[in-house]
């Protein structure tokens, strides 16, 4: 499956934090990265400014739901805080914004090691606001010149 994912982070060493995000997609399958990074604001308004990029992940999980989980595991094992409430500030944030699979919404019991986000998870693919966002629209349509990333955000 081919499944597009938005990244970003909002603390401590933002860049480190989304190439890290970058270099464990690689556990799920082939990433292809965005050229370019956004700096936004916080939309909650209650933290400091988001580094955001995109990234194209090609795996063998053909289960939008097991990828979900995948990339929650990922962010906690990134130090994501989710007990810290919605929109909070964090380390790293994996979205699924869709895939080239079956498109919908699910909810389905979390998994026992993902139980402490909630007895349920929740998906809708496509994401419901990622084509309202800049930030990830800009950067995903970047993607169509690879070729300046190579798998790790460039400095700029």
């Given at each position: ?11 401590g060493?933002r860049?480190?934090?989304?190439n890290?995000?970058?270099?464990v997609?690689r ?6 990265c965005s050229?370019l990074?956004m700096?936004?604001p ?7 400014a988001?580094l955001?990029?995109?990234?194209i992940?090609?795996?063998?999980e053909?289960d939008s739901r097991?990828?979900l ?23 790293l944030?994996?979205?699924l ?10 909810t ?10 909630g007895?349920?998870l929740t998906?809708?693919l496509?994401h ?5 966002r ?5 950067p995903?349509?970047?993607l169509?010149?690879?070729?300046q990333c190579?798998?790790?955000i460039?400095?700029?």
């Open positions: 499956m081919k499944a597009v994912i938005a990244l970003g982070s909002n603390l060493d860049r480190a934090h989304l890290g995000g970058l270099m997609l556990n799920l399958g082939t990433v292809l050229p990074v700096e936004t916080d939309e909650s308004g209650r933290g400091p988001y955001n990029t995109v990234a992940l090609v795996t063998e053909q097991r990828l989980e995948a990339l929650l595991r990922l962010e906690l094992v990134a130090g994501r805080d989710r007990t810290a409430g919605r929109n909070a500030p964090r380390t944030d994996l979205d914004i869709t895939t080239d699979g079956t498109l919908g919404s699910w389905w019991e979390s998994p026992e090691d993902l139980r402490s986000l007895p349920e998906l809708e496509p419901p606001r990622a084509f309202s800049p930030f990830v629209l800009e995903w349509r970047a169509s010149d690879p070729g190579g798998g790790v460039p400095l700029k």
